[in-house]
């Protein structure tokens, strides 16, 4: 098992900066792409921001360029930095984990955290 957990989250003001962090435990050997979704009422979760285990990167089109997801594989936690914040940004961030064992993959979420951005 693994066990994924985030902060960071808050109320900001348009145009503002947050920085979420996500601390993985437990069985985290193997842990290859670790990412960040969020959620908005009423809405799927989409993926915002992933990382692999050797580093690459990719981001949804609308937080390119304003968002930027990073890796402490020492300390198996995983950032996302957030810039120039919109009130469209205004979600739950979930941290998700994925952790490949002979051929499994095996998926971890975190609790969330509530991102509100205001106008």
């Known amino acids: 098992q693994v066990q994924l957990v985030e902060s960071g989250g808050g109320l900001v003001q348009a145009g503002g900066s947050l920085r979420l962090s996500c601390a993985a435990s437990?069985?985290?050997?193997?842990?290859?792409?670790m990412g960040w979704y969020r959620q908005a009422p009423g809405k799927q979760r989409d993926m915002v921001a992933r990382?692999?285990?050797?580093?690459?990167?990719n981001y949804t089109d609308s937080v390119k360029g304003r968002f930027t997801i990073s890796r402490d594989n020492a300390k198996n936690t995983v950032y996302l930095q957030m810039n120039s914040l919109k009130p469209e940004d205004t979600a739950v961030y979930y941290c998700?984990?994925?952790?490949?064992?002979?051929?499994?993959?095996?998926?971890?979420w975190g609790q969330g955290t509530q991102v509100t951005v205001s106008s």
């Open positions: 998700k984990a994925e952790r490949l064992v002979q051929r499994v993959t095996y998926v971890y």
């Open positions: 437990g069985s985290i050997f193997s842990i290859n792409t």
């Open positions: 990382i692999t285990s050797g580093g690459t990167t």
